[in-house]
């Protein structure tokens, strides 16, 4: 078993910065790769970045590239999203999501077994 807890949201005007993190407890040891979705009103599920654990190779959703970066911190136990030039097509709850076993699609929310309970970020224009 797996508990994620995200922290960082909050609001920010076009061009601003946030940093999110996600902190895990339990089970960690088996944890494969971590991910970062998120979630507009009214609109689907979105993948936005993954870090494998093993290899520590990240991945992006083309609408982030260059501007989010996802990082890992051993000491504190979380992984982190870090978002710069933020626009206000951003703003949406941030999931932080772990995946257990090897393998398998990141970039989809399916592929993921545990899941935070979100966190708000919102950029104004």
């Known amino acids: 078993q797996v508990q994620l807890v995200e922290s960082g949201g909050g609001s920010v005007q076009t061009g601003g910065s946030l940093r999110l993190s996600c902190e895990a407890s339990?089970?960690?040891?088996?944890?494969?790769?971590m991910g970062w979705f998120r979630q507009a009103p009214g609109k689907e599920r979105e993948f936005v970045a993954s870090i494998r654990l093993t290899d520590v190779t990240t991945q992006y959703a083309d609408s982030v590239k260059g501007r989010f970066t996802i990082s890992r911190d051993n000491a504190k136990n979380t992984v982190d999203l870090q978002m710069n030039s933020l626009k206000a097509e951003d703003t949406g709850v941030y999931y932080c999501?772990?995946?257990?076993?090897?393998?398998?699609?990141?970039?989809?929310?399916?592929?993921?077994?545990?899941w935070g309970q979100g966190t708000q970020v919102t950029v104004s224009s």
């Open positions: 999501a772990a995946k257990n076993r090897p393998g398998g699609y990141l970039a989809i929310f399916q592929a993921y077994d545990y």
């Open positions: 339990g089970r960690t040891y088996s944890t494969y790769a």
